[in-house]
């Protein structure tokens, strides 16, 4: 069970994220119209699947033997993740038809939501 905590803590985490973008995608829809759907949902996907990809390559090995190569691929992914937001982030503000602005908030929402998810778990478990 304590070999798999991780594993279970980043899927926790990035659904939390998947369903913050979710409702406000859902929000900005109801108070602009479609588009704002499919530019936050896209803009905070692309950051949700850096977060997979992320998770993927750091938790492949598990183990007091592969805490090492867990740090070193954990760097690794980071590293992907931040070219990869770049440089289709950049091709979607330029290339795309889809709101730039939406773009933009739906990569925000995602942040935020990567940066608080972990304070709501914690303070789930203390209570």
């Known amino acids: 069970m304590q070999k798999n905590k991780g594993k279970i ?23 602009n119209n479609i588009q704002w759907l499919w530019s936050t949902a896209v803009g905070g996907g692309l950051v949700i699947i850096g977060n997979v990809l992320v998770a993927w390559l750091t938790f492949q090995r598990s183990g007091a033997r592969a805490s090492r190569a867990i740090v070193n691929r954990m760097y690794l992914a980071e590293g992907l993740k931040i070219a990869l937001l770049t440089i289709v982030m950049a091709w979607l503000l330029y290339s795309t038809p889809l709101l730039k602005i939406g773009l933009i908030v739906g990569f925000i929402v995602a942040i935020i939501g990567q940066w608080l998810s972990p304070i709501l778990f914690l303070k789930v478990k203390e209570n």
């Not at 973008?21 to 109801?30: G, K, R, Y």
């Open 9 to 31: 803590l980043a899927r926790r985490l990035i659904t939390a994220q998947l369903l913050i973008v979710l409702a406000a995608s859902l929000f900005l829809t109801l108070i």
